[in-house]
């Protein structure tokens, strides 16, 4: 593990230098968080085709909160066939 710190050592501090990049990765683990419960509810999916429906419905809806924009409207454009798309 000391190996692959010193062989990555500034991608692993950048956040140091650039304040653009966060501390942790907790985004991460709640962007997979919801991918995670449904499985655990439902105890899978499925079908492939669902699974791939729910993933793409949930990197949209992430998408649009990451970047502050109303979740309600971006589902109903998205709905209406004119998804929002991001500046």
Not at 67 to 83: D, S
Request: proline share 5%; with cysteine; hydrophobic share 45%.
């Amino acid at each position: 593990m000391l190996d692959r710190f010193i062989e990555h050592k500034d991608k692993i501090l950048r956040f140091l230098t650039d304040l653009k990049v966060p501390f942790e990765n907790n985004q991460a683990e709640r962007d997979v968080r919801m991918m995670k419960l449904q499985q655990k509810i439902s105890g899978t999916f499925r079908t492939a085709r669902g699974a791939e429906a729910f993933c793409r419905i949930r990197a949209y809806i992430s998408t649009i909160r990451k970047n502050g924009l109303p979740v309600l409207e971006g589902i109903l454009a998205a709905l209406k066939g004119a998804p929002l798309t991001i500046p």
